[in-house]
């Protein structure tokens, strides 16, 4: 999720096209998403055709086909989405439920890919023991993979030293050699997606696999008992009940700064505020409730809110909440994804300021 943000998150650019829809992991529901999609994409051309000339059109159509293509939907997860212009053609998956919807604007919609990030739970399960050690992705209670390449690990390191074989220091080295092993290798896999790691080891070994790890701070917990023959998708189940502890913990951290800033002075709920902080480069973070959108066309630096049904109109803005959360992250800010009462009283959305 992190690189495909990278590569499109600073494209600007006429036409940036957005398909989103929600898909589904299993047959027989899996048989419905290219349906669904296929409509999405005539509501997409048609919206083309409706606002560009024909020969401007064409390449961008010509990339959405090619793409829609290439997706194998046996692979889906929980929703789908597409970024295509005359020179960009990728898609994503997401493990989180979406709004159904085609975004045409000079920037591509990342809101779902930073709530997918912020808001919602990824995380690694480190399955571990003292023979053998597994890695899985997860999101919230759901597994994403269980990853390949270097892993399983086998334990092949052995001591034929009789001294060592016979003393609680030379087992627990033989262990932490090995752990200082799985965890080069975890490392090395978890690179270009870090994330937190939750250990599900039995609770003699987290010392050992702690004391050897290179990036402590990472590791957020564990589950107890040795796990080398239970499935991944029955493991996950119980490490989320740890992770949501976890996760509620740290909203309920970020809602209290909301308050805190409220009491200083510093928050602002008005739509037109809030654009013009983060464009002078005063947001700090942006807080939104979970599936608020809202269309809305910029008018002497005042953001002017619209009816859906007007949302067509070629100087509206699909959803100035997805600008907002762009620009924001753009600026150094952050962003936190709000779900129940919390925004109520700040119509949805409210922006911390630096100063």
């Given at each position: 999720m992190d690189n495909i943000l990278k590569k499109i998150k600073n494209i600007q650019a006429e036409a940036c096209v957005t398909i989103i829809l929600n898909t589904h992991r299993t047959r027989p529901?899996?048989?419905?998403?290219?349906?669904?999609?296929?409509?999405?994409?005539?509501?997409?051309?048609?919206?083309?055709?409706?606002?560009?000339?024909?020969?401007?059109?064409?390449?961008?159509?010509?990339?959405?086909?090619?793409?829609?293509?290439?997706?194998?939907?046996?692979?889906?997860?929980?929703?789908?989405?597409?970024?295509?212009?005359?020179e960009v053609a990728e898609y994503t998956r997401l493990p989180v439920k979406v709004v159904d919807r085609v975004i045409i604007d000079n920037t591509f919609a990342t809101r779902d890919l930073v709530r997918a990030m912020h808001q919602e739970s990824s995380y690694y399960v480190l399955v571990l023991s003292r023979q053998n050690a597994r890695l899985i992705e997860a999101f919230n209670d759901k597994m994403v993979k269980e990853l390949g390449g270097d892993f399983p690990i086998k334990n092949n390191l052995y001591s034929t030293d009789r001294q060592d074989l016979s003393s609680n220091k030379g087992t627990d080295n033989l262990i932490?050699?090995?752990?200082?092993?799985?965890?080069?290798?975890?490392?090395?896999?978890?690179?270009?997606?870090?994330?937190?790691?939750?250990?599900a080891t039995e609770t003699r070994n987290v010392h050992h696999y702690t004391k050897v790890a290179?990036?402590?701070?990472?590791?957020?917990?564990?589950?107890?008992?040795?796990?080398?023959?239970?499935?991944?998708?029955?493991?996950?189940?119980?490490?989320?009940?740890?992770?949501?502890?976890?996760?509620?913990?740290?909203?309920?951290?970020r809602i209290s700064e909301l308050h805190n800033a409220v009491g200083a002075g510093k928050v602002v709920s008005d739509l037109s505020e809030i654009w013009n902080a983060i464009q002078h480069g005063r947001g700090q973070t942006l807080f939104i409730k979970k599936g608020y959108f809202q269309p809305a066309y910029l008018k002497d630096n005042q953001v002017v809110p619209v009816d859906k049904f007007e949302k067509d109109h070629k100087d509206v803005i699909d959803d100035i909440?997805?600008?907002?959360?762009?620009?924001?992250?753009?600026?150094?800010?952050?962003?936190?994804?709000?779900?129940?009462?919390?925004?109520?009283?700040?119509?949805?959305l409210a922006l911390t300021t630096r100063y």
């Open positions: 529901d899996n048989e419905k998403d290219p349906l669904l999609l296929k409509n999405l994409v005539k509501e997409a051309e048609q919206r083309l055709y409706d606002t560009y000339e024909k020969r401007f059109v064409w390449p961008i159509m010509d990339n959405l086909n090619k793409l829609v293509e290439k997706i194998d939907h046996q692979q889906n997860l929980e929703s789908l989405i597409l970024f295509v212009n005359q932490e050699e090995f752990f200082n092993r799985v965890d080069k290798i975890v490392q090395a896999a978890i690179k270009d997606n870090p994330l937190p790691i939750l250990l290179d990036k402590k701070h990472i590791i957020i917990g564990h589950i107890n008992k040795n796990r080398d023959d239970e499935k991944a998708h029955h493991i996950i189940p119980e490490a989320w009940e740890v992770v949501k502890t976890i996760t509620k913990e740290r909203i309920a951290a909440v997805d600008e907002l959360i762009e620009f924001n992250l753009a600026f150094g800010g952050d962003n936190v994804f709000i779900e129940g009462d919390e925004l109520q009283k700040f119509n949805n």
